[in-house]
């Protein structure tokens, strides 16, 4: 006789995997959706005919309407389905280890564009809604100041290398690289002027050390 205890964990397991890809098939279709038709066209009766479920499933794998844009930004953000501190992120732990300023900048500008393929279009969506409707008008102005306050630990880190040009001020290096690394200023690049991923990635490091760098640090070739 079959002894039930022992499929339990094979059972659980199995919900789970289940479970795991019905919110990924949503997570999809909700993205999809943001980007084409905005969050007025997102409706979750179409997340839910377009991820092949019903509406109470996308309740139950991700929740409401305003949940589904925040678990897609942090997703995109992150790159692994979850929310990452920055702290725990790959590329911000090489940035930290890496032991120029240069080095710092080539690998920040590398990860904005593998972040900004996934993000940039969502962030714009966001934007674009967050202006109509209220219940997304402060997970815009958090997102914002998310990134504002990253940027200034970032300068802090460039900073301490003894290598940023005389005269350039901690908040006038946050600033500037908030700016120059929008997801606005890539879709203006990438998607209106057309120019490749990897294209956007070479001006932004050397621009960056251009600007940046003391000149005694601009010979050296990027990486």
């Known amino acids: 006789m079959n002894d039930p205890v022992k499929r339990r964990p094979y059972s659980s397991q199995t919900r789970r995997e289940a479970a ?15 980007v084409e038709r ?10 839910a005919d377009e ?7 996308v309740y139950a794998a991700v929740g409401t309407k305003p949940s589904i844009v ?7 953000i992150s790159g692994t389905g979850a929310r990452v501190p920055a702290e725990d992120r790959d590329y911000v732990q090489r940035i930290r280890a890496a032991p ?8 920040y500008a590398r990860a904005m564009r593998r972040i900004h393929a996934r993000l940039a279009p969502l ?11 209220p219940e997304l008008a402060a997970l815009w102005q958090e997102i914002s100041e998310r990134r504002a306050n990253n940027m200034r630990l970032l300068a802090d880190d460039l900073l301490a290398t003894g290598e940023i040009r005389p005269g350039i001020s901690r908040d006038e290096l946050a600033d500037l690289i908030w700016a120059t690394n929008s997801p606005e200023f ?18 932004l490091g050397d621009a960056w050390i251009r600007l940046f760098l003391a000149r005694r640090d601009q010979s050296e070739p990027t990486q």
């Open 100 to 107: 120029s300023a240069q080095t710092k900048l080539t690998i």
């Open 123 to 133: 962030v714009i969506a966001l934007r674009d809604a967050s202006s109509l409707h």
């Open 51 to 57: 991820a092949g479920v019903v509406v109470d499933t």
């Open 20 to 34: 795991i890809r019905t919110r990924q098939a949503v997570l999809a279709a909700a993205s999809q959706l943001f």
């Open 38 to 47: 905005g969050y007025a066209g997102m409706t979750m009766q179409a997340v």
């Open 186 to 203: 890539y879709v203006l690049l990438v998607g209106q002027r057309h120019w490749s991923a990897r294209r956007y990635e070479r001006w």
């Open 70 to 76: 925040r678990e897609l930004i942090e997703a995109a």
